[in-house]
Structures are given as structure tokens and as C-alpha cells.
């Protein structure tokens, strides 16, 4: 459960949708996790599916797992500026938490 | 506001130097974790305590670093003899076991080591 993985950046148009996706390697993670930080601020939590989930939606986010490929992806749906942040993927492993390097999300207005 | 608080928000030090960072969890959570971010990464472990007990310690924790949680309530993490190295965001999470292990942070510590 050490090997997160995210592409580092995405930019979008105010109003589109983002989807940011993620690979995580540790196939026993009971619950994947999303989070949002803010320059210089704390990691806000999101998110989170169950593992035997395949989607979870709340709001305008919507988490689709793909347990096989041990694929995971947050859709945003009408971006908005206010959604320009970084956005970590993470997974459990005996308790503590994971993360990739996170994805530089851009919103354009 | 998730309700985890940390104290000071900044710190500036000089090499060799030693510092305390305070953690207050959420009340009810029984567990609380430290984590580490340097520029461009995610956080990384340091340690984790379940109520006043220390449960786990990552191979970053140095000799040079202590976390105490004396009373399973708030916590603390020490710094000693302090290295540019040991520069980044000091975070601060906690949960309650069994909830989903969803883990709440905290703003952070910034530590700059001059």
C-alpha cells in the first residue's frame, strides 16, 4: 500500500466536468479516500467509497472503483473556480493512510 | 472546520534548535496520527497512537523525534536537534477506530529550519 499513483495536473473550464483519476496498489484497502487541500491549509476530506462499492456519488462528486484494475477516479461535476486546489487519492493499510502526490486541479473561468 | 486544532500554524527555528508541535483531535476520536508533507508531495506517516498508546512508528521517525499523547488526548511531537531537512508541513489527523478509519486533519504546523 506504498505505491499511490495521480497525474499532477489537470486543467478545466469553469462549468465542465474534471475527473481525476488514480492507481493504488494494495488490493486489501477496506476504504479509499479523497481529499482536497487548499494552498497552505489542512487536507479536507471529500470523500470515500467502500471497497465493495463500485460508485458513490454525493453532490456533484461522483467516486467510480474499479477494484480489478485497482483503478480510482473523482468526477466533478460543473467545475467551479472555487474547486481549484490539490486533490489526493488515498488508501489504507493497516490503519494509516496512503497518498499519491496529488493532482493540481486549474479551473479557468 | 473539521475540529482538529494545531499549535503554532508557523514556526521559524534555527538549525540545531529543538521544537514542540501541539495536536488536539477531535474529543471523541480515540485515535490520532501524525503525518509529514514536503513540497510537491502527499503526507507521509510518522506515527499514530490509539488512545495514549503508541501503536506504530515509520522508519522516518528519526531518534531526533518523539510524539507523546500522555493523557489519550492531545498530543505532541518533538523535534530535536533540527535539520534543514526536517522542513515541511507537520499534520496532524484523528478518528475514531471503526468508523470507517476516516481520518480528519488538522490545518498544520509549517516548519521552516534555517
Known amino acids: 500500500g506504498e505505491d499511490v499513483e495521480q497525474s499532477l495536473f489537470l486543467s478545466v473550464r469553469e462549468g465542465d466536468s474534471s475527473v481525476i483519476n488514480c492507481t493504488y496498489t494494495d488490493s486489501s484497502s477496506t476504504y479509499l479516500y479523497w481529499y482536497k487541500q487548499e494552498p497552505g491549509a489542512g487536507l479536507q476530506l471529500l470523500t470515500y467509497?467502500?471497497?465493495?462499492?463500485d460508485m458513490k456519488q454525493d453532490q456533484r462528486l461522483t467516486v467510480l472503483l474499479n477494484k480489478k484494475d485497482k483503478h480510482l477516479s473523482l468526477r466533478i461535476a460543473d467545475t467551479q473556480t472555487g474547486d481549484s486546489a490539490i486533490y489526493f487519492c488515498a488508501e489504507t493499510a493497516a490503519g494509516r493512510l496512503y497518498f499519491g502526490r496529488g493532482t493540481q486541479l486549474t479551473v479557468w473561468p | 472546520d473539521t475540529g482538529v486544532s494545531q499549535d503554532p500554524r508557523h514556526k521559524i527555528t534555527k538549525r540545531g534548535q529543538n521544537v514542540t508541535f501541539r495536536c488536539d483531535p477531535i474529543s471523541e476520536h480515540n485515535r490520532l496520527y501524525w503525518y509529514r508533507q514536503t513540497l510537491g508531495q502527499g503526507p507521509e506517516f510518522l506515527t499514530y497512537?490509539?488512545?495514549?498508546?503508541?501503536?506504530?512508528k515509520s522508519r522516518l521517525l528519526s531518534d531526533r523525534f518523539s510524539a507523546e499523547r500522555p493523557k489519550g488526548s492531545f498530543s505532541t511531537l518533538e523535534i530535536q536537534r533540527t535539520e534543514q531537512g526536517d522542513s515541511a508541513m507537520y499534520l496532524c489527523a484523528s478518528t475514531l477506530a471503526g468508523l470507517a478509519d476516516t481520518q480528519y486533519f488538522g490545518p498544520g504546523t509549517r516548519l521552516t529550519v534555517l
Open positions: 497512537f490509539q488512545n495514549e498508546a503508541q501503536l506504530e
Open positions: 467509497i467502500f471497497s465493495n462499492m
